[in-house]
Structures are given as C-alpha cells and as structure tokens.
C-alpha cells in the first residue's frame, strides 16, 4: 500500500509478556518515528531513526523497550516484561527527510492492552 | 502543563457554521502541523506551518502561524460531519520530533 502500514492492530498480552510491534514506512522514507498515545491525549515521542540509525531514544519510558530499524525500512518495537502501563496505542509515521521540512505520515497505530 | 495547548478541548456544532480551533505554544514555534484524527485510526496530515504569518488553505480549512504570540488557529468553513473528529497541533522540535497537545473533539451536528 502507499500509507505506513502497522501490525497488529490490535494486541493484547498478560503483564510481563513480551510483545513485538511492527512497522512498515513508506516506500523511499527515510525517517521513522515511534509515538506513544494515551487514551484522551495527543501522542508522545519514543524515538527516531534517520534510516537503519537510531538517533533518538529519548522519549523510550524505560530499559523495557527497545526499537531497531536493522535494514533502514521496516521497524520494530519491542516491550519487554510487559506492565499495565504500557497499555496505549502506539503510533508509527515516516517522512522523505529529516530535516523538518517534511511532513510525519502516520500509520493507524497498534492498540495493546495488558491485562 | 503541557508544551502546547489547545482550545477548546471539545466543541459541537450545527452543520454549515464556522468555528475555530487554537494552539498554544509555551515555546517558540519553529514549525507547526495540524493532523486531524478519527477513534481507532491514525494522525491524517491537513497542514504544515513553518513562517511567521503564514496562511494556508485546504477545501474548508484554513490554518494561520503568529510566530510572534507562538500561536497557530485552524478555522474551519460552514462545517460538515465530514469534518467532525480529533483535530491535534504539533509543533517541530529539535531532532525532528513533534509535540503534541492534547486535542480538540469535534463533534458536528446535522
């Protein structure tokens, strides 16, 4: 397809599983972007790859979750021993560049509940 | 508080009225991006603003930058359902990340 495209749509998981969340940018994009959203607020910045580089991990909420972007297209995130914290939608988007001159397209999010 | 605010944080309206929705920057706004979004789906891009004094336009929405106020409005013409939804600003920030506010629920009536 032509949008970023995410999967699952919908995961849910028992506190302290670990998950895996997909991402799949635009064709040609090079960055990508991991956002968190909760439920009523608008989405938080996880991090940042310019290709296969993380340059930004700032935003990751703990040593429990990690991001890779091995061949600089498709990205995965990664939350470990998972907690009823980490339950929100998590949101991918890319953009041609990184310089702030381009639009972020986002894709339609992976909704995870930890029960 | 949050880095950016928006106003109101919900609204309803009668179908073909106008209505405005604000954004707030408590930092200097070095670009500014409104994405509209529906429940259960992603952001939808609607515009980026990157000058002081910037105007922009698409079908019924308009968008305007005050750089100097740290402030962007996006006002929509004779509103549609269409248009209902999340309407959320984001603002660039160093590195190329965005910030967000939390939101405006728009809700139109027909």
Not at chain 1, 4 to 22: E, I, T
Not at chain 1, 59 to 87: H, M, N, W, Y
Not at chain 1, 89 to 96: F, G, P, Q
Not at chain 2, 52 to 63: C, L, P, Y
Request: aromatic share 8%; hydrophobic share 30%; net charge positive.
């Amino acid at each position: 397809g032509a949008g970023v495209s995410q999967s699952p749509r919908y995961k849910v998981a028992k506190r302290g599983q670990d998950v895996a969340l997909r991402c799949d940018p635009i064709s040609g994009h090079v960055s990508l972007f991991w956002y968190q959203q909760a439920l009523g607020q608008g989405p938080e910045f996880l991090t940042y790859f310019q290709n296969e580089a993380q340059l930004d991990k700032s935003g990751l909420p703990s040593d429990r979750f990690f991001a890779e972007r091995p061949e600089g297209s498709v990205s995965t995130l990664k939350i470990q021993r998972t907690q009823q914290e980490d339950s929100a939608v998590y949101l991918c988007a890319s953009s041609l560049v990184g310089n702030g001159n381009q639009p972020q397209h986002f894709g339609d999010g992976t909704r995870l509940s930890i029960l | 508080s949050q880095e950016l605010e928006q106003s109101p944080q919900s609204l309803i309206v009668q179908e073909g009225k106008n209505l405005t929705i604000n954004c707030t920057s408590s930092k200097t706004l070095y670009g500014l991006y409104w994405y509209k979004q529906k429940y259960g789906e992603g952001l939808i891009f609607l515009m980026m603003l990157q000058k002081g004094g910037e105007e922009k336009s698409h079908e019924k929405i308009t968008a305007k930058l005050d750089e100097k106020k740290q402030q962007s409005s996006l006002h929509i013409t004779a509103s549609q359902p269409s248009h209902a939804g999340i309407y959320l600003c984001g603002a660039g920030r160093y590195g190329n990340k965005l910030v967000f506010g939390a939101g405006t629920i728009l809700r139109v009536k027909s």
